[in-house]
């Protein structure tokens, strides 16, 4: 029995059931066949793939459409081919490698994540899924395992934007969000051409309910829970909703020397009480509720006149998405409130939204029997975080893996996994892929 | 008497006395002589100033050192010229043109303002006091009268960074300075090349005490008390001190899905909570003081990003130097209880200082009396805004003219004054330099 005949005999029966068995207990029948991915090569990858876009202080700023993040996927690229995977770029700018199955009637199970940051980022958000991604394919072509299912790793574009590369594949992407101006400068139709995808083609992308047998993607937690409570692996429950605004608050811009503080139309004093309205309302009913004001400029913007205007964004996020309507709903009132002691108004303009997305109860069982394969402890868990596994939760069964954020930082420089956490992650996605393909329901 | 004699008379003793006497009266004396300004041509003069770096929505942004600032002193060289000016650049940067006085032995009368703006500023701040100084040295030219003191029309760099070519002139501006980066990108030292200045003889540029018979200088209010009490003239009395500082506030960035509201250091909250601090603070006591928050930015600046610094400006002004250190200590000492709040810090550095600077009482007599003999009326107040004048106060007397501005909208594309107040401004400005140059005491 070679390497290559491994899958089939699980699938075929040898033993008494993949989602019950242990690969511990695989590699005594098959002597020492259980397959790891390559942790070194793995961790080098990833430093490797750090280069681009890299900021002086550490950490990388490959904003999605950049050069940085173009450079960074012919860098993904090369790494495919060495894989033996076939890349191809699909209309909305997503590189899709594949490899073929054994069963070519079979929907493809996909895995990956994204390589785009978000400004002054770290070296691990979506890198540690993407480099896996590509590990698990070159480990399983060296190790001459042929899948029932054909696999496909994708690389999603613009993540950190808002799911773009996701969500014009599960279809939620609207034809006006093309229009929306990504942090690179361009437009998310400007950026999709920059990447080598095709607008006029982009319903070619999209994928229906049934295309796909499965989606696994393996991610740093991006929270200090695992971490601090020494568990190896997180296995999400379910990632949270998300809803973004842009904020306007209009007063009336004046010189600062001659206008008297009681005649003042002072946008930024009127957001500044925003600011602090938001975090009070968030923070004034039990949960896991989070609520973020990240941006803010104020309009003309110099030192000696009162600002006039300031855009800012609102951002919340809960599992619940009745209770994201509700603070909101407290906000918008408190804005109105606040406009009214200065002459200011508020106006709100949805950014984008995200459902919560619960993953799928047989893909958290096989990602719990890979991590016990390997005799890594795991909890089940919500994402706080919102992923491109949730638009593909809205096609197929997602399952998703964490690995440890060293004290909870991400979206910073200071963002680290370690590597053998990382290595950890791969090896539990290698396993549970391998599990989800031989599932018979898969 | 030829109204080349006009100016002589008056010294020679003609008159009973130039202080009390009226022009009113003087045209009696002789017919028609006493000189008025061009009106319509000043007015059609601002008209064509206002297309040097035009915003779509009206008013003009025209930038210190920009490519529009540059395109505007072209044209005012051109003006300046057809006035019968001989204008030169000095080294720095400053626009000085220049006319014989008939005792070459006196020092010079400067008279003049600025043409750059604010972002986003209006066509009448800086812009009034310039046309009028070159439409007053144009009537000079027409009428044939030769004053006793030489003349220099100027026009001042960079008013609205802070005074850089006034200061320079008056020797407040350090080395150091020359450093720092101007809202048009350009730092001073590239911006005072940029202009035509010479960096190597700066010194040149410096003039001493007594170097300079006086100073007068026209603007708009920028204020509403002129317009709502129907008053034609202000009078100042003295311009405000004005302290700027650069507030970074440092927190920690991080994810805003995976952080709970409770280990959050969000720079932006803590900025946010200075802000409103800074309102509540300066209104705390009586007074005329003024403090504004005029530009902010949180880095890295996403919306799913907790900040993790925000660097925004703080700006104190007031008539009496230790108040506004008074309240200064009031702020730091908030901040950094707010900082203790959420895990941030504050940091404080000054970007630049203006003290009190009086008018000269003589000049404030010869204004007024301008403005009777004009039947116009007139109120001594104190200006809020910061000007070139308050440098020369160093150096000679200085006597300061304002007219209303409508609505007191200022640094704004609403900023309007009405073009018959602009001409009795540069009426009074004709008359008091007039009555300057005679004065024994010059």
Not at 111 to 123: K, T
Not at 292 to 314: D, E, H
């Amino acid at each position: 029995m070679n390497r290559r005949e491994f899958g089939a005999a699980v699938a075929g029966g040898l033993l008494s059931s993949p989602f019950a068995g242990s690969l511990g207990r695989l590699s005594g029948v098959f002597g020492l066949t259980a397959p790891r991915v390559d942790g070194a090569r793995l961790n080098r990858h990833l430093t490797e793939l750090s280069r681009f876009g890299a900021n002086p202080q550490g950490g990388v700023t490959r904003l999605a459409y950049s050069d940085a993040d173009k450079q960074a996927r012919e860098y993904v690229l090369g790494l495919m081919r060495d894989a033996k995977l076939t890349p191809t770029i699909d209309a909305a700018g997503n590189i899709i490698a594949s490899r073929p199955g054994r069963d070519a009637g079979r929907k493809p199970i996909l895995f990956g994540s994204h390589i785009d940051s978000v400004p002054e980022g770290g070296n691990y958000d979506g890198n540690v899924g993407s480099m896996s991604a590509i590990e698990v394919a070159q480990t399983l072509a060296e190790q001459g395992i042929t899948t029932r299912h054909p696999l496909q790793v994708v690389i999603w574009q613009n993540e950190e934007g808002g799911l773009y590369g996701s969500r014009a594949v599960s279809g939620q992407l609207t034809p006006e969000e093309l229009q929306n101006v990504s942090r690179s400068g361009k437009t998310i139709a400007e950026g999709i051409t920059f990447l080598g995808g095709d607008l006029q083609r982009l319903a070619s992308a999209r994928r229906a309910k049934g295309d796909i047998a499965g989606y696994l993607e393996l991610h740093i937690e991006q929270g200090g829970t695992l971490e601090r409570d020494h568990i190896d692996i997180g296995i999400v429950e379910g990632i949270v909703g998300i809803k973004q605004w842009e904020v306007t608050v209009t007063g009336f811009a004046n010189h600062a020397g001659t206008t008297p503080m009681d005649q003042r139309h002072d946008a930024l004093l009127a957001a500044a009480r925003f600011v602090e309205a938001v975090n009070r309302i968030v923070t004034s009913v039990p949960g896991r509720q989070v609520g973020t004001v990240g941006r803010i400029q104020a309009l003309p913007g110099a030192p000696n006149v009162i600002p006039g205007q300031v855009v800012c964004t609102l951002e919340l996020r809960d599992l619940d998405a009745a209770k994201i309507d509700t603070l909101y709903a407290g906000i918008t009132a408190e804005a109105t409130r606040i406009g009214r002691q200065n002459g200011t108004t508020f106006a709100f303009r949805m950014l984008h939204e995200n459902v919560p997305a619960p993953s799928d109860s047989r893909m958290r069982g096989l990602i719990a029997a890979a991590a016990r394969d390997l005799s890594l402890t795991s909890r089940v868990m919500p994402s706080g975080a919102g992923h491109d596994a949730q638009a593909m939760a809205t096609l197929a069964p997602m399952g998703m893996i964490f690995v440890p954020s060293v004290a909870g930082i991400s979206h910073a420089p200071k963002e680290f996994s370690k590597p053998a956490d990382i290595v950890n992650g791969a090896n539990v996605l290698l396993l549970a892929l391998l599990r989800f393909d031989e599932s018979p329901r898969s």
